[in-house]
DNA sequence: AAGCGAATAAACAAAA
DNA sequence: GTTTTGTTTATTCGCT
């Protein structure tokens, strides 16, 4: 990529770091390389497509018949595609400069289109940890004639009268964490090593100066990067380099688990145990599960068994859930307001339900309505209820003295479940009026919730919602990509529309009347909920719960679980 | 801080 | 007499 021309960013910092430029030769150098770089790009740019054409008019010429309309716009469109890329490109490495410190731009100055892209790039932390890095530099300019030499509580061992990037090494670090100041402050650090010191070498970005000890790479620290222009251009740079390997992280992770979404095969992450597909969003369309082989269960080694699913935000892939894994009646439910709607999730999930401990994050009203709105009659006995919960739930092949209770207790509480006499007995039946009644009791269109529904049902078309939301929060607008263009989602508003009213807990509250019209709902959110199944009848998409009834039959054998209230308690 | 919904526990009764 | 099915009350907990 590089003629001779352009340096190497390695050089850059040596330049930077030999000093042997002024600041305004630095500039100056700088734009120069900007401009060799752009043009190189261009260059390359034009020749990819030229050979790109080239090669298209030879297959035409070759397949003679027909240059099309389609070739020719797809041509097209991998020439646009090209084109954004190229212009990524630059605007990326504008943006790098400037960001470097290295390029100096003036608010006013230049004609550079960086301004606006400036502020989207770079994520939030980011900043932020800029902003701390130069604000602690300031403060410790107060501290240092005071606790010189100490290590103060804060400055820790390393701490060297004045460097205020020290302390910040999180950043320099690469590695960046979130709470530097507490975590890199107190924290570990034993008495003589540092962040930036290593093997004896000092290991600031281009530095590679050896040193018998500690006390020497201090001064070094001290004296050849203190804080001054090259410092900072090159705490930028690093900060741009983390910036860049994030991304890259957050696209790896994103294949990592379109991966495994594609290969059925629950992350196996350390953490990050079997999740609920719906994280993954594997199909996000409800189309039936695609009967994939049904028991592909999951190693469900015991060592990472459940977590009570919290449905909500934190679902990204790396987060996982907190696993507690308490055998006994982990109380707690989970988040309720975003469970119910079920349907599509727990047919996306069903096998991970139906292999992994791990609770449902349903409602037993929730899972109650599912079982007898999965049947054909649309009734149910009591004990089929019951072997149904054992059948689709691993979790519930347990503790059967405890959740049958609750399964009665429901359905004796709520007027949504209605038991109605029959020849054989009795059998319950579900007041889908009733049901949906019942909900309209919580968040209005609260943003924050409406961000949880879609995490905790999460559907990407494309993304799994775990990237989606980590993109969210790094303030990488990617929504757009996948909530807009896609028609059917679109057509799915309406349903989502309902859904959101009736179905969704939260859902309606807000004008009780549900004025459907609005739903000033980011077009995320329409993604995300569409998929609520919530109507037992209406749209039959949701009940792809069909799928669900499909499998059924192979087992049927276990009522016997018998619950061993013993373990409940033990804790 | 209060209120609410849901989970859990448990007592109790009627039916099987 | 035991078990299952239902009903009800109380308590606890997470969330808004």
Redesign the pocket.
Known sequence: MMTPQVITPQQMQQILQQQVLSPQQLQVLLQQQQALMLQQQLQEFYKKQQEQLHLQLLQQQHAGSKPSKEQVSTQQLAFQQQLLQVQQVQQQHLLNLQRQGLLTIQPGQTGLPLHSLTQGMIPAELQQLWKEVTNAHVKEEHNNSSDNGHRGLDLSSPAPPKNPLLNQHASTNGQYMGHKREASTLEELPPHSHPLYGHGVCKWPGCEAVFEDFQSFLKHLNNEHALDDRSTAQCRVQMQVVQQLELQLAKDKERLQAMMTHLHVKSTEPKSTPQPLNLVSNVTLSKSVPESSPPLSLPQTPTTPTAPL?P?SQTHSVITANSIHSV??????Y???YNMPISPDLSQNKEFYMNADVRPP????SLIRQAILESPEKQL???EI?NWFTRMFAYFRRNAA??K??V??????HKCFV?VENVK??V?TVDEIEFQK??P???SG?P??VK?IQTSLGYGPTLSVAFQASMAENNIPLYTTASIGSPTLNSLSSVIREEMNGAM?HGNSNGSDSSPGRSPLPAMHHISVKEEPLDPEDHEGPLSLVTTADHSPDFDHHNDYDDNQSQ??ML
Do not use: V
């Not at 009665?408 to 509480?413: D, K, T, V, Y």
């Open positions: 919290t909500l006994g009646p982990m109380r707690r439910r988040s309720e307001k349903f409602t037993y009203a006995t009591l004990n019951y405890t959740w209770n609750a009665r207790h429901n359905l004796s509480l038991r007995g009795a319950w019942r909900r009791q919580k968040i609260s924050a919730l949880n807990d409940d308690d």
